[in-house]
């Protein structure tokens, strides 16, 4: 009896044990704020604040972002994406240009990326009918709306794609600052999303098809006439072969005798 007893209360601390174990709290996101200095969100330009936002905007724009604020140290632009029918994605770029205090040719810009995702959301709408003795009645007659609704929202921190942005304000630079920096000319590279998209398999380029000649239309010639058969002669029947006339008399046949 002791024994039952004992094992039914280790069961009853190990259920409790997981329990305490399951209630206690998660480590909060904001855990993971180092606020190190990583160098991700900012870069130091041989240029003045101004001339730095200005490089920051032309970057922009060349990437199709659509400037809904610019003041000379202050930059702030939108790109759409859609990625399938039901699914949209914003970048808001948000770009601040602030003198590091080294001179007046020398500026830092901080830039930070905001990414909005929405998806299509579909509401029935039922149309309500007023009766006067039983009211309002709802009737399944209505129309459907489509809306997109924003479902996640968060700051990119992809190292690469600042790298890429910021490899891209280098090209807007004046041309006396890269020369006496010695920066290299770079072409422009895009920016794309912050996500890797899959590369599509390069498409075959078949070679166009020669066209076949055209035959020379056939000149017109007179048909002749078919050629009508001989008319058939009809085939005399053999005559009979005639019999020479006997030499000797023939004998009369006898008669039966009575």
Known sequence: MSTSFHLRSLGLALVLAGATGCSSPKTAIYEHENFDDSGTFSRSYPVSDIAACEAARRALLSQGY????????????NKSFQQTGETHMQISFNVVCADDGKGKNHSTIFANALQDRYALKKVNNSASLGVGVLGSVSMPIGSTDDSMVKVASETVSAPKFYERYFSLVDVFL????????????????????????????????????????????????????????????????????????PTEAIPPLPTPSQ
């Open 174 to 245: 004046p041309q006396e600052v890269k020369k006496a920096e010695h920066i290299p000319e770079q072409p422009k590279a895009e920016l794309g999303v912050p996500e890797p998209k899959a590369v599509p398999a390069a498409e075959k380029v078949e070679a166009p098809k020669p066209e076949p000649e055209l035959a020379a239309p056939a000149v017109s010639e007179p048909v002749a006439p078919p050629v009508e058969p001989a008319p058939i002669a009809p085939q005399q029947e053999p005559a009979a072969p005639t019999l020479p006339p």
């Open 66 to 77: 659509i400037i809904t604020s610019s003041d000379p140290k202050l930059v702030v632009g």
